[in-house]
C-alpha cells in the first residue's frame, strides 16, 4: 500500500541487521505499543516478546515508574555530561550502586552509550594502561568464535562472527579469536564436557604461547554467549579458562551486557559461573534499554595505571557527549530497584527452570538437535534429521516465521533460536510462550517431515 507505514518505511529507513533489498520489497513490521511481556504492532496483532527486544527488557514494556522517573529528570536537568570534571545526582548515586554491586571488587565505572561503544573504550583503555606500564607490545585482545561484543570498528573486531567481519575488512590486526566453548557443535567424537573445556584452555594456551605472552593484553568473553547462539559453557571452562589468563598476567573482561542484572539466575553471569573479571560491561537490562545506556566497572589493577597516565598527560582524552546521561541514569537506577524489590532474578531464575523443562520436553522431536540454557536465556538449536540436507539457517528461519504467526517473537540465530523474554514473566505466560514454540514446532515438523 503507498503510503501505508510500511512502504515510507521501506523508501526512507535502512535498517540493520537486515537485508536491505528483502526489506525494499517486504516492508517492516511495524510495532506500535507494549505491554508488559508483549508488544502489539500497528493491525492490533499481539505478540509475546520472547527476545525482550534485543535480550534487553527486563521489566517489561510498560514500567511507569521508570517513564515517571525519566519524566521527573527531564523535568530537572535534562541533561548534563561529565567532561572536566562536572557531574550529577544519578550519575553519582548510579555509580556509587553499581560499584556496591560488583560480584568481585571494583573500583570505577565509566558511562557511555552502548555495548559497542563499552567494548571499544574498555580496549582503548586497555591500550592506554599499557603505555602507562611501560609494555606497548601488550595490546592484543583474545576474544572468541561466535562471541558478540558489538559493532563499532574495534568491537566488530572482539565479535568473532563472520558476518560482522564479511565485507568490513575485519577483524582488526591484534584481535584474534579462540575456540568457542560450544560443545554440542564443537565437541569432538567420544570427549566429555570436561574435557572439551580443557582443550579449550589448552587452545587458548597454545594461542599465547605462539603469539608471545608479553603480546596479550587481555580476554573478552560473555559468561553466556548471547548472539552467538545462547552458547552455555561447560562448568568447569571459565575456571580453565581463568588459570591460563593467571599464568600470563592478561586481564579478563567479562561482557555483561546480555548476562547483567538477572539473566542467568544470579545477579550477574560471571557469579553464575565463577569469573572474576578485571572489567565488566554492562548495558541492556542495565536501563532495560528504556534509554541508550551502558557502563564498564574495572578494578584497581586496571584504573591505578590509567589515573597515574592521565595525571602524567594532564587529562584522560576520551569521552562521549551523551554519556553518563542524567535521564539514563535515573532510568537505571530505578530499573535496578524494581529488580531487586520485585525479586526479578529470583524470577529470572524459578520460570528460567519451566522455560527449560518446556523446552528439553521437545528434544524428542525429530528436528530438535538440542535445548540448552541457564536462567532465563535458552536456545532450542533444530538440525536436520541424519541423512536429509538442508542449509543451514533454513529450519530457523521456518521455526521463527511459524512463531511469528502464532504471536511469538524469537530470533533466530543460524538454526538455534533464542529464547529470552523479560525477567517478569509469569508462569502462566512461560506456559503459553512453551505452548505455542511446541504448535509451530508441530507445523515446521510437518511441513519438513510430513
Ligand atoms: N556485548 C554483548 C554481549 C551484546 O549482546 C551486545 C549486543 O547485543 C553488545 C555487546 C553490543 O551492544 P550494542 O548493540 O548496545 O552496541
Not at 82 to 93: C, K, L, Q, Y
Not at 115 to 130: M, P
Not at 236 to 265: H, M, N, P, S
Not at 367 to 373: A, F, I, T
Request: proline share 5%; with cysteine.
Amino acid at each position: 500500500r503507498p503510503n501505508s507505514p510500511e512502504a515510507r518505511d521501506a523508501a526512507y529507513h535502512m535498517h540493520s541487521y537486515t537485508n536491505a533489498r528483502a526489506l525494499e520489497k517486504d516492508g517492516p513490521l511495524v510495532l506500535e505499543s507494549g505491554e508488559g511481556i508483549r508488544v502489539t504492532d500497528n493491525n492490533g496483532k499481539s505478540y509475546i516478546e520472547g527476545m525482550a527486544g534485543l535480550w534487553s527488557v527486563g521489566v517489561g514494556f510498560n514500567e511507569k515508574r521508570l517513564v515517571d522517573v525519566a519524566a521527573a529528570q527531564m523535568s530537572k536537568l535534562p541533561y548534563y555530561h561529565n567532561f572536566t570534571a562536572r557531574s550529577h545526582g544519578p550519575v553519582i548515586d548510579l555509580a556509587e550502586k553499581l560499584i556496591g554491586m560488583a560480584p568481585v571488587p571494583m573500583s570505577k565505572v565509566f558511562f557511555t552509550n552502548s555495548g559497542s561503544e563499552a567494548n571499544d573504550t574498555i580496549v582503548k583503555l586497555i591500550w592506554y594502561r599499557s603505555n602507562a606500564l611501560g609494555k606497548p607490545e601488550k595490546k592484543k585482545i583474545i576474544s572468541r568464535n561466535r562471541g558478540y561484543h558489538g559493532v563499532t570498528i574495534v568491537s566488530a573486531s572482539l565479535t568473532g562472527l563472520p558476518n560482522n567481519h564479511r565485507s568490513f575488512d575485519l577483524p582488526l590486526p591484534g584481535i584474534l579469536h579462540t575456540t568457542c566453548p560450544h560443545y554440542w557443535k564443537e565437541g569432538q567424537e567420544g570427549e566429555t564436557e570436561e574435557q572439551f573445556a580443557s582443550r579449550c584452555a589448552a587452545d587458548l594456551d597454545a594461542m599465547i604461547q605462539a603469539e608471545g605472552p608479553d603480546t596479550i593484553a587481555a580476554f573478552i568473553g560473555e559468561p553466556v554467549m548471547g548472539a552467538g547462539g545462547v552458547v552455555v559453557p561447560p562448568a568447569t571452562y571459565w575456571e580453565k579458562i581463568q588459570e591460563v589468563l593467571a599464568k600470563y598476567d592478561i586481564l579478563l573482561i567479562a561482557d555483561e551486557v546480555i548476562c547483567g542484572f538477572g539473566r542467568t539466575g544470579k545477579m550477574f553471569g560471571t557469579e553464575t559461573f565463577g569469573i572474576k573479571p578485571d572489567i565488566m560491561t554492562m548495558s541492556k537490562q542495565l536501563s532495560s534499554s528504556y534509554f541508550p545506556f551502558s557502563a564498564f566497572m574495572m578494578n584497581d589493577r586496571v584504573y591505578q595505571p590509567i589515573a597515574d597516565e592521565s595525571d602524567k598527560i594532564g587529562v584522560l582524552g576520551h569521552g562521549y557527549t551523551g554519556a553518563a546521561h542524567p535521564v539514563g541514569a535515573a532510568i537505571s537506577l530505578e530499573n535496578l530497584k524494581i529488580i531487586e524489590e520485585r525479586g526479578l532474578v529470583e524470577n529470572a531464575a524459578a520460570m528460567g527452570a519451566i522455560m527449560r523443562k518446556g523446552l528439553d520436553d521437545l528434544t524428542g522431536n525429530a528436528l530438535v538437535g538440542e535445548s540448552r540454557g541457564v536462567g532465563l536465556i535458552a536456545a532450542l538449536e533444530l538440525a536436520a534429521p541424519e541423512g536429509m540436507e538442508i542449509p543451514v539457517g533454513q529450519l530457523g528461519a521456518k521455526m521463527s516465521g511459524y512463531m511469528m504467526e502464532n504471536g511469538l517473537i524469537s530470533r533466530a540465530m543460524g538454526d538455534a533460536l533464542g529464547f529470552c523474554p523479560p525477567m517478569i514473566i509469569t508462569e502462566a505466560e512461560v506456559k503459553e510462550l512453551l505452548d505455542i514454540v511446541g504448535t509451530s514446532l508441530d507445523a515446521l515438523t510437518k511441513e519438513i517431515l510430513g
